[in-house]
């Protein structure tokens, strides 16, 4: 562990050290799967507050980590850890059609005070996760294909960089840093707040469909398909569940291995509803959620799980999806693996295959579908977690393009890390984090080396 010899001055907020009331629940996020052990927790109120902290830290060239809800967590700091749920402010300017995010607040506060505005942002399927972290990773949500990447919609990034010093990070400003900012993930500094674009979307026709996996084998296969000439206001995904036979799940879903279609439709209830048709046809349905809903309820659509737990995943980005590796895929994850396999396939293209008017760091805007594998996991179980993952994976090695950092949870290597970047990118950011963290003290979810 990382030695303090005192606490910072000029912090508003709780500090935590080990063994101290409060220290546990200030430090554990979403993902408990080795969780962070700092020597300092600085409960961050304000801008202030992370000055203070970044500037105590580089002083004594001490590893700085930054959480929010702590769902991305992959590398655990023993140094000092900024929390920053304290920090949850959002401002809406319905005029300007934007908001004003402080670094804790997740999606969820945002939806919650655009809706009154007819606005909506470009959350993601989880209205818990943190905004600023979601979106400096790329950003691929339910309204995606339609209106592109959450990190293509920043208008400004409010940063405090490595040597304590605070800037507004814009294109005109600093268009280096903004660039790098928008899809290179956390590694630059610890962003403070950032102003967003906010669309005009109240309603969508969204929810999911279920099949039987064993009755209706190849819904995977069908919703590729299917995908070919949906129009970009349809922004959709496929996953495969093995749920376990227990009272606690709903009666349709307990003890199958389930097929489900996710649907974000941006468009008139009507014409969502007859797009689904062929895939409501493709045979009984376990359970039918489609409707026409507000905005404030799209985390729905999901319906993933809120309560933390230890996890682990893997992801592909692919130009194209073969049905021989999806038949294969549907095996190896089955219930008959090893460990429990959650699949998720996400329908990319539309407005994310475009480049936008400000160029960002977003890897791959040319990939297809984004395939991701997740498993619970316990101290232990990673290395038979990450071997199943890995021949789960493997059939679409002919098809990889490289990796999405949203959607990759738990620690990458650097060729991993590289991956996410087209070469000149990469090579560029690498550039940019030993300009604005030489000592390379900040310890982003996925770090990018600095160069050398």
């Not at 206001?233 to 799940?249: F, G």
Request: proline letters at 9%; aromatic letters at 6%.
């Amino acid at each position: 562990m990382v030695e303090t010899t005192k606490e910072p001055a000029g912090i508003h907020g709780p500090m935590y050290t080990p063994g101290a009331d409060g220290y546990d629940g200030e430090r554990i996020g979403f993902q408990l799967l080795d969780p962070h052990r700092p020597a300092l927790i600085v409960g961050a109120t304000s801008a202030d507050d992370v000055r203070a902290a970044v500037a105590y830290a580089a002083a004594r060239r001490t590893p700085v980590a930054v959480q929010a809800s702590g769902h991305g967590l992959a590398a655990p700091t023993d140094g000092v850890l900024i929390s920053t749920r304290r920090m949850n402010g959002v401002r809406v300017d319905s005029r300007a059609r934007t908001a004003r995010v402080e670094a804790g607040a997740t999606w969820g506060r945002v939806i919650e005070e655009a809706a009154p505005h007819g606005l909506a942002p470009l959350s993601g399927s989880f209205p818990g996760v943190g905004a600023i972290s979601y979106t400096l990773g790329g950003g691929v949500g339910l309204l995606a294909r339609r209106y592109g990447f959450a990190a293509d919609h920043v208008r400004r990034f409010d940063l405090v960089t490595m040597d304590g010093r605070p800037r507004q990070v814009t294109a005109d400003r600093d268009p280096d840093l903004f660039w790098a900012l928008r899809g290179g993930g956390g590694n630059f500094g610890v962003v403070t707040g950032m102003e967003i674009d906010l669309v005009p979307v109240t309603r969508i026709y969204g929810g999911g469909l279920a099949f039987d996996a064993e009755r209706v084998p190849d819904v995977l296969d069908a919703w590729r398909r299917w995908t070919a000439a949906v129009p970009e206001e349809m922004t959709s995904a496929a996953s495969m569940v093995p749920y376990p036979d227990l009272p606690v799940l709903p009666e349709p879903l307990r003890g199958r291995h389930v097929a489900q279609i996710q649907i974000s439709y941006a468009g008139p209830a009507e014409e969502g509803r007859s797009l689904v048709e062929p895939l409501r046809a493709l045979g009984p349905c376990l359970r039918d959620t489609l409707r026409e809903l507000p905005y404030t309820e799209s985390g729905t659509v999901f319906d993933e799980p809120d309560r933390p737990h230890g996890y682990r995943s893997d992801n592909l980005l692919l130009r194209d999806l073969d049905p021989g590796a999806l038949a294969e895929l549907t095996k190896a994850a089955g219930p008959a693996a090893p460990v429990m396999c959650v699949v998720g396939v996400r329908h990319l293209g539309g407005a994310l295959a475009r480049p936008p008017r400000t160029s960002g760091a977003v890897g791959h805007r040319d990939a297809a579908y984004s395939l991701g594998i997740l498993s619970p996991a316990e101290p232990g179980e990673e290395e038979t977690v990450r071997a199943v993952h890995r021949d789960a994976l493997a059939p679409f090695a002919g098809h990889t393009l490289g990796r999405s950092l949203n959607f990759s949870f738990g620690p990458l290597d650097p060729d991993q890390v590289r991956s996410a970047f087209a070469p000149e990118d990469f090579r560029r950011l690498t550039e940019l984090r030993a300009r604005y963290d030489p000592y390379g003290l900040l310890q982003a979810n996925h770090s990018i080396p600095l160069a050398t």
